[in-house]
């Protein structure tokens, strides 16, 4: 079975210096997506970035980026030069193979909290 | 401002009455899903609906009872619910099953 796992429950940085938010997963299966999202204390859960297990390039977003490493079954998300607005919990996600369902499974989720 | 619209945003309702979560996308997506999410915790799918046919029930007791009128649409109909049913409910859809799912805003569910 997939699973997905946040070590960090809470995080802080200061404003403007990089951080990086831990994820690991384990599958069997050699197709799979990961995925970011953000969701800020009003509820909305926002997509931030998709990395898919072919691909070979690490996936960017603006300040986003996915450190991709396949043989650690590792897919940290890094924040550059993080924003006030940067504060907000953040849950790694990997979608299941269609023949399970095809569902997102989510982690813990990790409590970002940006200081000034 | 989200591409999944979500109404109401906030709902309070007694355990004997009945109401809907309504969802709305007009992203041409395929594939819609219901989660429920208590605080600090990751969202829990409920629903899928794909094609406009239900394809998942995550075992969702029959208090909560989904509706997909049409392929822009997405109900979830409330009835007897309990006070352990007080959460947020977010909606989602995607192109397909591979893409990413984008979340509306949520309803933020009190069940006195």
């Known amino acids: 079975a997939q699973k997905i796992t946040q070590t960090q429950p809470g995080m802080f940085v200061q404003e403007k210096e990089a951080v990086t938010l831990d994820c690991t997963y384990d599958?069997?299966?050699?197709?799979?997506?990961l995925f970011w999202y953000k969701q800020p204390s009003s509820g909305e859960m926002i997509f931030l970035i998709y990395?898919?297990?072919?691909?070979?390039q690490n996936a960017t977003e603006g300040r986003y980026s996915l450190n991709f490493q396949k043989a650690r079954k590792s897919a940290n998300l890094v924040i550059s030069a993080s924003q006030l607005g940067d504060s907000a919990m953040y849950f790694c996600?990997?979608?299941?193979?269609?023949?399970?369902?095809?569902?997102?499974?989510f982690g813990q989720g990790t409590e970002l909290s940006v200081k000034p | 401002d989200t591409e999944v619209t979500q109404t109401p945003k906030h709902l309070v309702m007694g355990m004997t009455n009945k109401k809907s979560l309504k969802c709305e996308q007009h992203?041409?997506?395929?594939?819609m899903y219901w989660y429920k999410q208590k605080a600090k915790k990751p969202p829990e799918l409920m629903f899928v609906?794909?094609?406009?046919?239900?394809?998942i029930n995550e075992s969702v007791p029959s208090r909560f009872s989904p509706e997909c009128p049409n392929s822009s649409l997405l109900n979830l109909h409330l009835h007897a619910l309990q006070p352990e049913d007080s959460a947020l409910y977010l909606c989602?859809?995607?192109?397909?099953?591979?893409?990413?799912?984008?979340f509306g805003d949520g309803t933020r569910l009190s069940i006195l």
């Open positions: 989602a859809s995607s192109q397909d099953w591979v893409q990413p799912q984008h």
């Open positions: 599958t069997s299966d050699p197709s799979y997506g």
């Open positions: 990395q898919g297990s072919y691909d070979q």
């Open positions: 996600a990997m979608r299941e193979p269609y023949n399970q369902g095809g569902k997102l499974i």
């Open positions: 992203m041409g997506h395929r594939a």
């Open positions: 609906y794909s094609y406009e046919k239900l394809s």
